[in-house]
């Protein structure tokens, strides 16, 4: 899967995905000759950190697309509350997850090895949709669903190798605004965001390999979330 990132910053670009009978998805970039935008850019805000960056979109879906959108996830994903061993005990992960992807993408963390449903509809639209913004085509998407203030995920790195070096990941958010939390794991530095309903956040450069995030638990919020991170995994 080729990084066209620096290209896209310089031109413009797209990128679709075509179904050729039973074969998996296959995403195609075409890219635009500089100085003839073909979509308006939503608006975004750059954040440059040490040793990485973010790209936030704080409206990438208008609200009722969003609303709409949620809907159909709840309904229409997979959704299981999965377990992991920690200090030796199974414990169940506070929040329901579903990983969905082109086959072959397996992914494997915190002891446990994930293989993907095959995309749903609304996973392809939306992945389509973030894809010419990100300037990098995904195969997976790992789904969180926070129930309520009570379920959260702990400081991590989404370093794992089959990621590879400097992964661009896309994480889009439907439902309750929750505080996502960086920190530099050598500089001492932190970085914070309030990730709000339809909103995009790009991470890449070296970001994965000097920080860490986490979405902590809060007593200031009831309602339910989604998380979309779509990915590159290179074991495909
Ligand atoms: O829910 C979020 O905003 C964070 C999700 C995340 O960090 C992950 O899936 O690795
Ligand atoms: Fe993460």
Redesign the pocket.
């Known amino acids: 899967m080729q990084d066209i990132s620096r290209l896209v910053n310089n031109g413009a670009a797209f990128c679709f995905t075509t179904r050729i009978l039973d074969a998996q998805p296959r995403c195609i970039f075409v890219l635009m000759a500089p100085q003839i935008p073909l979509f308006s850019d939503p608006a975004s805000q750059h954040i440059t950190l040490k040793d990485g960056e973010l790209v936030y979109y704080p409206q990438f879906f208008s609200l009722p697309e969003a609303t709409a959108c949620m809907q159909t996830l709840m309904e229409k994903i997979e959704w299981q509350q999965e377990r992991m061993k920690m200090y030796g005990k199974e414990v169940l992960f506070p929040?329901l997850m579903a990983w969905y992807g082109d086959a072959g993408s397996t992914y494997a963390f915190s002891g446990n090895t994930y293989t993907p449903q095959a995309w749903t509809a609304e996973l392809l639209r939306i992945k389509e949709q973030i894809e010419p913004e990100a300037g990098v085509c995904f195969n997976s998407v790992?789904l969180?669903r926070?129930r309520d203030g009570k379920d959260s995920?702990g400081w991590?790195a989404?370093d794992e190798p089959e990621l590879g070096r400097n992964p661009v990941?896309a994480?889009f958010?439907l439902g309750a605004t929750?505080r996502?939390m960086l920190r530099h794991q050598q500089a001492g530095l932190k970085y914070e965001l309030e990730?709000q309903h339809g909103s995009l956040?790009i991470m890449k450069g070296a970001l994965q390999h000097h920080w860490q995030?986490?979405?902590p638990k809060t007593t200031k919020v009831s309602g339910e979330?989604i998380?979309l991170?779509f990915r590159v995994i290179h074991n495909v």
């Open positions: 929040r790992l969180n926070y995920m991590h989404d990941i994480s958010n929750r996502f990730l956040l995030h986490q979405v979330r998380n991170t």
